[in-house]
């Protein structure tokens, strides 16, 4: 499932970084192969460099956090040459972090993934949205010797988020297994009752998502007070190929945050969460950390607002056409035609 | 089902009238029984008017909105009186319309639930938000001799909708009928087939509501060109007594527009459709209109913004507590212990 994935301007606004302590990094100009203007109107002059140019632009970077769909592969598809700049990354003593929104694999299901296209990646340098969603609870006192009264998770999601749980040792109620009875009349809806050991209800990209679920998820958020809301994800739909989209966990999310009346704490790119754990849990500092992603609301976006440098591959859902539409403080610090070039390697 | 309900402050404010002839309407001070404060910080004088000094203030009234579920009646109990009032209005020679945001039922569904608890009302005084998606439709060209090219709609949603959309002539796929295979790998949802002949989706209470109906839906909002997402309310959730609450239709059309990228068109009240609507069909004359509402997000929020009077009874989700922390410019022109007071009975 290519689930971490685009999402539409409207309704999808990266907010980060709330009381971290970074500065936004002023776009620098770039040298080498230039782009054409397609529309005198509304073109800003772009520089997309290469493998001769783009290295250089990482001299001072210690840190590179990659986002895996678009950048790394396509799908199913290997990105050309994405394991041999891994390779070269790690040669030059690079530290590697790989962290997607996409919720519906744990970190060892994502090392599954990594080494079937030919990639070798530890469990620890993977962040996943799964992950990040177990780590978030243990950050609230979930988990064993945690400060939680009521720590239990009402589990609206797939298995990759059921696996990170049991890793961290949260229990659970729902996820795949959850069934909840048809809620088409007045009398079931009544007769359901909720979880008093329910701290917190997570959602997840969830393929049984139904308003059944949803009954359930919003009457523990409703009757429990303090009970906690938190998503993988807030992205609206994914690429799947064939110019087809799919619902992300984004939209899911909505309906609860609307049927509870209970804001979502957002753990994945694109939410205020991740990058300040990011700095804390993995000692990262801005100022030598770069994000190679194809997104701007979250790959960039977190980057920019992070004060991490930014690098724009041309491999996934942002166009050339895009980027030259907005202004010039927009743009990414690099733009390559893939991550390739921006270890030396051909694209 | 009450669901034409209560909706939480939070991303469900009511936007009325964009272009309508409507000027908003002072609130005229009113006399009679004081309400005495409860917190001498919070509290806005508020005065309670009785079966002796309301029905005075409706001297002006020739048309009277009554909202359902909360005025007339609670669940499928009927207010005290509430028969007799409208048999006192009719008797005085006021027009009625009963407009109700709440999809499950037809009108003619609406009608036989009306005589159940005792009301005599004609189809044609009932507004219910399952009327008025097939009203809008109808306005932009669907059905018999309509303009629309692509006239067929995709319904997420119950038999209301379902029977005013036939009572149209407006052929449908979906509905309660919608089958949809599961939606959990990428091959089923490439597979998917979006039907040319749709022209708008329309969201109403669906308790078969699934992701693989929300795949159906945003698949054909993003193919097909022009096609309308119709919202048949926004209501957040509901109360169904015993102090539940349960998911309205608000949640899922915002999940529909997550995914979708589209933006949905509200025909219920809370949206800026349904007042130039009624004004346009019934030739309503805002100056002589009263609404009857428990809420003050729906119900107050429209007959505010079109210049309507406005009288609140307080056998609904609005609180006199709720009242009294408003500024006195926000209070109904009228507040009432039950509709039977605005008709000189006892409440």
Redesign the interface.
Known sequence: ??LGATR?A???HAVLAGGAPFTARAATAATAVDVPSTSATSVTPLTVLDERTAPERLRETSTLIFDCDGVLWR?SEIIHNAPEALKEFRRQGKRLLFVTNNSSKSRAGYVAKFSSLGLEVAAEEIVSSSYCAAAYLTSQGFGPGGSRPCSKVLLLGWSGVEQELEQAGIPYVGGRALKVP?????DA??ALKVDPDVGAVVVGW???????R??YA??HL??LPGCLLVATNMD??DH?????????T???V????????V?AVNVAKGGEWLLPYLCRTYGLEPAHTAIVGDRMDTDIHLGRQGGLFTCLPLTGVTTLKRLEGLPASEHPDVVVRSVAQLAGLPA
């Open positions: 499932m290519a539409q409207r309704g999808c799908g048809p809620m088409d009349d007045l809806m009544k969830d393929p049984n998502f139904s308003y059944s949803l009954v919003s009457i409703r009757e609206c739909a799947i190929g064939g110019g087809r989209m799919m619902p992300g984004g939209g899911l909505k309906a609860v945050e609307t049927a509870s009346g804001s």
